[in-house]
């Protein structure tokens, strides 16, 4: 029980990596506030908290709207009394080179998984100072740290999610609140695997699978793990960290050696 009665809010919790933190955390003893624009995934996450007999309620909420993250906080101090936990988890992805990018979707990813990290975090944060402080974990990616074709706003919003989060680290560390974020890899979220299910795709998941040394997808629940640890005292003293979670996939290049040296 890592995180026994801490209060948690989770953006993104109705599916894929942020569900599988949401039930991470309840199951490690934490009261969960799943956050999301998808009314009906949200819900059935905290579905699936309560039948494991731990505390969660729902919050409707657009991560890019001020009105609206502030809204989140409101309600969950209306209901747990304090912020223990701040996971700004929403994301979302498009596929355009640069020169291509529809400068109405370039803003709209800024604004989900940038400004939605900004919000969340400026929200959280005076409740955390309030109680002594807390820890905030922003999900990042490994697009955050090293360039990727075709990911122009992604890339640009994930890096700037990993200095944030150090300026975060920074500005309040002194304070009693730790900032960190995880850099996953592929991960076989329903964005991920939809894509690759697309027709013709099977190239593209062999490309994906082939630069990860791990040799597969990884799962929402590896990467839960790590937001467990990040948010509990196991990390104390962690703080302003990217803790990349790639199967090794950012490790460097792989190269077949037997046919280099001609073995």
Not at 129 to 150: C, E, F, H, Y
Not at 159 to 169: E, H
Request: net charge neutral.
């Amino acid at each position: 029980m890592k995180l026994k009665d801490k209060i948690s809010v989770v953006t993104g919790g109705a599916s894929g990596i942020g569900r599988a933190i949401a039930l991470a955390f309840a199951q490690e003893g934490a009261r969960v506030i799943v956050a999301d624009i998808d009314t009906d995934g949200g819900k059935e996450t905290v579905e699936m908290i309560k039948k494991l007999k731990k505390s969660a309620f729902f919050v409707e909420a657009d991560v890019a709207e001020s009105a609206s993250v502030k809204n989140l906080a409101e309600k969950t101090i209306e209901r747990y009394g304090c912020i223990d936990i701040m996971v700004n988890n929403a994301g979302i992805e498009v596929f355009q080179r640069l020169a291509e990018t529809d400068e109405a979707m370039w803003d709209r990813v800024i604004a989900v998984n940038l400004r939605g990290v900004f919000l969340g975090t400026k929200y959280a944060v005076p409740h955390m100072l309030k109680n002594g402080g807390g820890a905030v974990i922003n999900m990042a990616s490994v697009a955050g740290i090293m360039g990727a074709g075709g990911l122009a706003a992604y890339n640009a919003s994930k890096g700037g999610v990993v200095l944030l989060t150090r300026n975060t680290a920074m500005d309040y560390g002194r304070k009693g609140i730790r900032a960190n974020c995880i850099c996953p890899g592929f991960i076989a979220t329903p964005m991920v695997t939809s894509i690759m299910a697309m027709p013709g795709a099977d190239a593209v998941k062999g490309q994906v699978i082939g630069l990860c040394p791990a040799g597969r997808l990884g799962k929402p629940e590896e990467v839960a793990r790590c937001a467990v640890f990040l948010a509990s005292d196991d990390a104390s003293f962690v703080n302003g960290h990217a803790l990349v979670v790639d199967g090794g996939m950012s490790a460097g290049w792989e190269i077949e050696v037997e046919k280099v040296l001609g073995g």
